[in-house]
């Protein structure tokens, strides 16, 4: 496991000789907040920094203190994440302006007991968490591939909690069912760990050894595009505002008795960008796991069948593309 010096160095170690492209959906507080500052100390500010989210207060208070440098971009782009249709429209803008996406970091989510459905017909925590993702990845993949042909890096992190999965319903891959029933933070967390399967399996990690060789392959994305960067992460436990922030009395207490419980081992935002943006710039082409310290966990334990897969990724594909 990496220290925190030992991140630190690598990420200084950083120096493209192009200014990247950064899309950070979910910036503007917690731990994206943390990987944005990370890119800006180690770019002394040489970065385009695009901001996706909807506190725009937040967004300006984080850009503004940025390592100021000429010709830089620095820009919040409001997006209500719920809506898929508003993700794959601000994937559009950026992809029609920048013409190219060097890292794609991917952080947004609430914590809520309530079940919505959106005027999209979606589940809005799984709008949020999943659906809205797949949309960046999906809309700014021409972007990635132009970076990548142009010599440059081009990396996507799906921030949640690798290695925590469980499997899922195919019958309900919205899991609106699950989501409508939450009791309490228990079930939440239940219903959590199959969005965790789902991350794994937007960055694409195959489930079984499928051949011979007992070698894990890649499915969807890291299948179709295997010399780009995939990566699912967890970043185990951070003083964030993600539970004091939450509408719930509930929520809200749960959060307070984690972060006591877990105050020893918990990493401020600063110490987890770090951490992170090690992850995103030291993961190979083609799909990984990373722990807390941003170290590869293996591919070991996805929880899901073979052809769940597949249906995953077709039954995403249509809401993605239908909207």
């Known amino acids: 496991m990496p220290s925190l010096a030992a991140v630190t160095a690598s990420n200084a170690s950083w120096k493209p000789a192009y200014i990247p492209v950064c899309v950070f959906v979910g910036g503007t507080s917690g731990i994206g907040e ?169 960055v694409q990690v195959r489930v079984l050894p499928p051949s011979s060789t007992g070698t894990y392959m890649p499915q969807g994305y890291a299948a179709r595009h295997p010399t780009l960067t995939f990566i699912h992460s967890a970043p185990g436990p951070v003083n964030t505002p993600l539970y004091s922030v939450s509408t719930s009395a509930e929520v809200r207490a749960a959060g307070d008795a984690i972060h006591k419980a877990t105050a020893a081992e918990a990493k401020t935002i600063q110490e987890c960008g770090e951490h992170q943006l090690y992850a995103i710039l030291n993961a190979p082409a083609g799909v990984s796991r990373t722990g807390p310290n941003g170290d590869d966990i293996g591919l070991e334990s996805i929880e899901a069948k073979e052809g769940d897969v597949e249906t995953l990724w077709v039954h995403t594909e249509g809401v993605i593309h239908g909207l």
């Open 34 to 202: 943390g990987i944005v500052q990370a890119v800006g100390r180690h770019t002394a500010g040489k970065a385009h920094i695009f901001l996706v989210g909807r506190n725009a207060s937040a967004a300006q208070r984080i850009l503004d203190a940025l390592p100021a440098s000429e010709g830089a971009v620095r820009e919040f782009v409001e997006c209500d994440l719920s809506l898929v249709a508003s993700a794959k429209k601000v994937a559009a803008d950026i992809l029609a302006r920048q013409g190219r996406v060097n890292l794609l970091v991917l952080t947004a989510g609430a914590i809520s007991l309530e079940s919505t459905i959106t005027s999209e017909g979606l589940e809005k925590s799984m709008a949020v968490w999943y659906y809205s993702r797949w949309a960046f990845v999906d809309g700014l993949l021409p972007g990635l591939k132009a970076a990548q042909a142009r010599g440059e890096d081009a990396r996507v992190l799906s921030m949640l909690n690798a290695g925590k999965g469980k499997a899922f319903d195919v019958s309900d891959l919205g899991l609106k069912n699950p989501l409508a029933a939450v009791k309490g933070l228990g079930d939440l967390r239940e219903t959590g760990a199959a969005v965790a399967t789902y991350q794994d399996l937007l």
